[in-house]
T-cell receptor
Framework: AQTVTQSQPEMSVQEAETVTLSCTYDTSENNYYLFWYKQPPSRQMILVIRQEAYKQQNATENRFSVNFQKAAKSFSLKISDSQLGDTAMYFCAFSITEPSAGKSTFGDGTTLTVKP | GAVVSQHPSWVICKSGTSVKIECRSLDFQATTMFWYRQFPKQSLMLMATSNEGSKATYEQGVEKDKFLINHASLTLSTLTVTSAHPEDSSFYIC?????????????????FGPGTRLTVL
C-alpha cells in the first residue's frame, strides 16, 4: 500500500515571495506518478504539476516547480512569486501506472494562504 | 482541457432517502472513473473505482450496498447513496481517467469533477 504524508497542515507566505510545500511518500513500486493538486475555495481540484518517477529531471510549470528525490521518497513543491490566487489547499498525490492506472492516494493537504 | 461534470452540485435530502449523483466526461471516453469523499478541510478518500461495463471495485471499509455505483456508458458513472443518514453528509468528488492511447500523450490524465455537496437532514 502507498502512503503520502504532508507534514505542514498550514502555511502562509507574503505575496511575491517563494514558498515550499513538503511531501513524502512510501511505496515499493518502481514506476509511478506524483502530482500536486490545488483545491481553491470553489473545491474544484486543479492539477498543478506532475512528475514521472522514471524521469530524473524535476518538472516545472511556470511559477511552480518540484524537487523530486526518488531515493528519499520526497516530492516538494516550490511556488515562486506567490500570488493571491495561489491561496488554496494543496494536495500531494501518488498514482501507480498499472494495474489500477489513475487510482490516486492523496496526502492530508496543506492550506496555503498568500498574504498581501 | 477535458471537462468532467457532476450533477447536482449540491443536494439536501431527508434521512432515509436515496440520492443519485452523476459524473460525466464531456469530451472524452472514460472507461474508468473514481469516486472520492472529502470531509471539510480533509483529504480525498477514494471510495471506489468505477469500470465501464463491469462491477465497481470498492475500497476497504466502504459499504457497496450503501454506495451503489453504475458505469453504464463510457461517459457516465453514477453514485447512489441509499438510505442516506446524516453521517453520509459530505463532499463527493468524481474523477475520470483519460488514458494515453490515441491521445499522443505518454501518460494517464485524471480529470476531476467540481464535486457534489450532500447534506442529509
Amino acid at each position: 500500500a502507498q502512503t503520502v504524508t504532508q507534514s505542514q497542515p498550514e502555511m502562509s507566505v507574503q505575496e511575491a515571495e517563494t514558498v515550499t510545500l513538503s511531501c513524502t511518500y512510501d511505496t515499493s513500486e518502481n514506476n509511478y506518478y506524483l502530482f500536486w493538486y490545488k483545491q481553491p475555495p470553489s473545491r474544484q481540484m486543479i492539477l498543478v504539476i506532475r512528475q514521472e518517477a522514471y524521469k530524473q529531471q524535476n518538472a516545472t510549470e511556470n511559477r511552480f516547480s518540484v524537487n523530486f528525490q526518488k531515493a528519499a521518497k520526497s516530492f516538494s513543491l516550490k511556488i515562486s512569486d506567490s500570488q493571491l490566487g495561489d491561496t488554496a489547499m494543496y494536495f500531494c498525490a501518488f498514482s501507480i501506472t498499472e494495474p489500477s492506472a489513475g487510482k490516486s492516494t492523496f496526502g492530508d493537504g496543506t492550506t496555503l494562504t498568500v498574504k498581501p | 482541457g477535458a471537462v468532467v461534470s457532476q450533477h447536482p452540485s449540491w443536494v439536501i435530502c431527508k434521512s432515509g432517502t436515496s440520492v443519485k449523483i452523476e459524473c460525466r466526461s464531456l469530451d472524452f471516453q472514460a472507461t474508468t472513473m473514481f469516486w472520492y469523499r472529502q470531509f471539510p478541510k480533509q483529504s480525498l478518500m477514494l471510495m471506489a473505482t468505477s469500470n465501464e461495463g463491469s462491477k465497481a471495485t470498492y475500497e476497504q471499509g466502504v459499504e457497496k450496498d450503501k454506495f451503489l455505483i453504475n458505469h453504464a456508458s463510457l461517459t457516465l458513472s453514477t453514485l447512489t447513496v441509499t438510505s442516506a443518514h446524516p453521517e453520509d453528509s459530505s463532499f463527493y468528488i468524481c474523477s475520470a481517467r483519460d488514458p494515453p492511447e490515441g491521445s499522443g500523450r505518454a501518460w494517464d490524465t485524471q480529470y476531476f469533477g467540481p464535486g457534489t455537496r450532500l447534506t442529509v437532514l
